[in-house]
């Protein structure tokens, strides 16, 4: 089936610099993305999402890119902070079900950690 | 405070025992889901929920129940609990079919 995937595991990035987190992602018919962040105990937090008609979209201190011609997803943290170690999941909306369905699909996640 | 409520958060248990995970969310969502969390394989969602009385099967529903008889409460129902649902489980509810997912604290299940 069709499957939402990540380049890298995990990421190690120095305090203040900026942090990019990639996803792949396969079905081309997905309309949704999404981004979470999940620190350890606890459920997975929202950050910011884009819809298939943009390209790009900016939250406070992290962007979205969105390339559909290659499928590719990704966000960028600015100046990392040691409190944005955690790992990241990006998350697409399939078809499988219609346009009013709600399945969800993840990917497997990348661990962020932050030097001081 | 807007939430998503999972009891209990913590279970052991023993095969074939039937169990309840509640999930209970305050912000008048219509779409709910349940996933299940595992080491290497992130989060797969088994049921979903547009609406009341509405339900259909996510990546993998085998061995899980679900009911939506009101709009706040999504229960997850393992009728017969084997090891291989030992995980760490998340409820989730939404505005809408675009919009973001707020997650509940998780249940950490373990069948002995």
Redesign the interface.
Known sequence: ?ESVGLHLPTLSVQEGDNSIINCAYSNSAS??F?W?KQES??????II?I?SNMDKRQGQRVTVLLNKTVKHLSLQIAATQPGDSAVY?C?E?GLS?GA??????????TKLSVIP | EAQVTQNPRYLITVTGKKLTVTCSQNMNHEYMSWYRQDPGLGLRQIYYSMNVEVTDKGDVPEGYKVSRKEKRNFPLILESPSPNQTSLYFCASSLGVNTEAFFGQGTRLTVV
């Open positions: 089936g309309d949704y999404i979470y105990g606890k459920g997975p937090q929202f999402d819809r999941f998350a909306k079900g009013g369905s709600y399945q969800l699909t993840f990917g497997k996640g």
